[in-house]
């Protein structure tokens, strides 16, 4: 009986995710629902390699799948853009990522309003939110400016400092939201700062700066290091909406770091 040449390299992914270590024709043989040859695993095994799907690391061993394969493995495995989570309890996330080796950052949603726009004495602005405040050094114009922007939201307000370069508002504003950031295995990062071209992806996930550049989704090479990949996502924490950065190896096991977490 045939077996489909798909269903065969995702079970080869699954297996591997779980042992991590490469896959001989046996050992998938005794995973499979139908029986199939070792021969015809093998059969396989060649297409798949002459397809770059899998890889041989050794001549005499067993296949491990491809970076090629894993993106495609994970963009399908995974619905990113509407991934969404409550996340309970972090210690269960804290385990997941020793587990999984994967690093997560969490930054909590920052929704207060912009109430009032105080002249110190021609000296400084301050920008007063619904329970926080922003202090700057007076500029006539943009003392027009700013106070047009009175009622929106803390977000949307760095968001316009950003597209106006208003450098200084954005920076303290970015502070604030600073203030209400988690992460947890930050030894899995190590990968960036060894590497020269990544060291800024390293300070800018952990300033949380990497939420302002990027959207929800997945992101694999170039903005990661090749074999790596990222997720920013939505998720809710103790009651409150949230974004979530996650950055690890493409060989780690997202489906069951995922689970654990939402447990």
Not at 182 to 202: A, M, R, S, V, W
Request: charged share 20%; proline share 3%; net charge neutral.
């Amino acid at each position: 009986m045939a077996y489909p040449k798909d269903l065969l390299l995702e079970k080869v992914i699954e297996v591997y995710l779980k042992q991590k270590e490469p896959i001989g024709s046996e050992t998938l043989k005794s995973t499979l629902q139908i029986k199939v040859s070792s021969a015809t695993i093998r059969n396989y095994f060649k297409t798949l390699m002459d397809e770059g799907i899998l890889i041989q690391p050794h001549i005499s061993g067993g296949r491990i799948p491809t970076y090629f394969a894993m993106k495609n493995y994970w963009r399908a495995k995974l619905d990113f853009q509407n991934l969404s989570f409550d996340i309970k309890n972090l210690e269960i996330l804290k385990q997941a990522c020793l587990k999984h080796q994967i690093f997560v950052l969490i930054r909590k949603k920052n929704t207060q309003r912009f109430k009032k726009l105080i002249n110190y004495e021609n000296q400084f602005l301050i920008l007063l939110f619904e329970s926080q405040e922003v202090i700057i050094p007076y500029q006539q114009n943009f003392e027009r400016f700013l106070s047009e922007l009175i009622g929106l939201e803390i977000e949307e307000v760095k968001n316009i400092a950003y597209q106006v370069m208003a450098n200084e508002l954005f920076e303290k504003i970015n502070t604030l939201q600073n203030q209400k950031i988690i992460y947890f295995g930050l030894e899995n990062l190590d990968f960036l700062i060894k590497n020269p071209t990544y060291q800024h992806l390293f300070f800018e996930s952990l300033e949380g700066k990497i939420f302002d550049k990027l959207s929800n989704g997945v992101y694999f090479e170039p903005l990661m290091p090749e074999g790596f990949m990222g997720v920013i996502q939505n998720i809710t924490h103790q009651d409150s909406k949230a974004k979530m950065l996650c950055i690890g190896s493409l060989m780690c096991d997202y489906q069951s770091f995922y689970n654990q977490i939402a447990a």
